[in-house]
Nanobody
Framework: QVQLVESGGGLVQSGGSLRLSCAAS????????MSWYRQAPGKERELVAS???????NYADSVKGRFTISRDNAKNEVYLQMNSLKPEDTAVYYC?????????WGQGTQVTVSS
């Protein structure tokens, strides 16, 4: 059974750091494009960072220089290191895996940044 399970969210002060993890099961994540999205209350879901199977990385302008996406193929996990967090980073963060017609989502993890 395909699953994506996010963890690592929480409450942090402005300027702090968090590391999100996404554990994949039921498929080999290194052959997929893995991404992190986020959705703040009243806003649309937006792409935060993506990492293709070839290793190409893309970041939203709002997080460039602060967030880093990475993967551990041996553990079948993907990570999002978030530094210098701002209140506007507050959102539910979702892990996504995509390849051809396959598109999987995790249940999300809440990140709240207090000012």
């Amino acid at each position: 059974q395909v699953q994506l399970v996010e963890s690592g969210g929480g409450l942090v002060q402005s300027g702090g750091s968090l590391r999100l993890s996404c554990a994949a099961s039921g498929f080999t994540s290194r052959t997929y494009s893995m991404s992190w999205y986020r959705q703040a209350p009243g806003k649309e879901r937006e792409l935060v960072a993506s990492l293709t199977s070839a290793g190409h990385i893309n970041y939203a302008d709002s997080v460039k220089g602060r967030f880093t996406i990475s993967r551990d193929n041996a553990k079948n996990e993907v990570y999002l290191q978030m530094n210098s967090l701002k209140p506007e980073d507050t959102a539910v963060y979702y892990c996504n895996a995509r390849k051809l017609m396959y598109n999987y989502w995790g249940q999300g993890t809440q990140v709240t940044v207090s000012s």
